[in-house]
T-cell receptor, first 111, second 115 residues
Framework: QKEVEQDPGPLSVPEGAIVSLNCTYSNSAFQYFMWYRQYSRKGPELLMY????GNKEDGRFTAQVDKSSKYISLFIRDSQPSDSATYLCAMDKDSGYALNFGKGTSLLVTP | NAGVMQNPRHLVRRRGQEARLRCSPMKGHSHVYWYRQLPEEGLKFMVYLQKENIIDESGMPKERFSAEFPKEGPSILRIQQVVRGDSAAYFC?????????????FGEGSRLTVL
């Protein structure tokens, strides 16, 4: 079993929809949970970062962590075509740099 | 552009040749990290370097791969005697000091194709 599982999609939604992206993990030692956005042929850029369980909101983005279920989510409200990208979840025990990434979910927001 | 700079962006090598990938960190950053993204896989941590020091190479394959970050110049990831399985995107990230989670800034990657 991989440490981080993420459905690769693709996921296609109409503009304005609420998008839900998810990852599961197996290592209970993970404490830090991140979502990165990666446009085609570009590097990952950090979107959201959460420590331990709970919710965090930043504009149209909300990250949720449920450590009891080993499940994390990213919600995107009022999705825009510019949100079309691959979304990567990443987790860390406490190193600060040895992140464990999911494969990424490809999202397409259609006008 | 003050971001993490990687070159070449694309590199084609035949089996048995050597590949050298370069990474210049963001201005003011002295810590560099290399990740590899194999096809259909997530990014995997390879190595963490500071100037002239390898801090953590726990993710580096045991053979043919090496990395350096000299006092002057970019960090270099070197792959000797490449095989088809080395075909991947190699990403470099940097941080100002010892990274706290979420403080890594990634470059756009170097895509290696081995024929």
């Amino acid at each position: 079993q991989k440490e981080v599982e993420q459905d690769p999609g693709p996921l296609s939604v109409p503009e304005g929809a609420i998008v839900s992206l998810n990852c599961t993990y197996s290592n209970s030692a993970f404490q830090y949970f991140m979502w990165y956005r990666q446009y085609s042929r570009k590097g990952p850029e950090l979107l959201m970062y959460t420590y331990s369980s709970g919710n965090k909101e930043d504009g149209r983005f909300t990250a949720q962590v449920d450590k009891s279920s080993k499940y994390i989510s990213l919600f995107i409200r009022d999705s825009q075509p510019s949100d079309s990208a691959t979304y990567l979840c990443a987790m860390d025990k406490d190193s600060g740099y040895a992140l464990n990434f999911g494969k990424g979910t490809s999202l397409l927001v259609t006008p | 552009n003050a971001g993490v700079m990687q070159n070449p962006r694309h590199l084609v090598r035949r089996r048995g040749q050597e590949a050298r990938l370069r990474c210049s960190p963001m201005k003011g950053h002295s810590h560099v990290y290399w990740y590899r993204q194999l096809p259909e896989e997530g990014l995997k941590f390879m190595v963490y370097l500071q100037k002239e020091n390898i801090i953590d190479e726990s993710g580096m394959p045991k053979e043919r791969f090496s990395a350096e970050f000299p006092k002057e110049g970019p960090s270099i990831l070197r792959i000797q005697q490449v095989v088809r399985g080395d075909s991947a995107a190699y990403f470099c990230a940097s941080s100002r000091g010892t990274a706290n989670t979420g403080e890594l800034f990634f470059g756009e990657g170097s895509r290696l194709t081995v024929l």
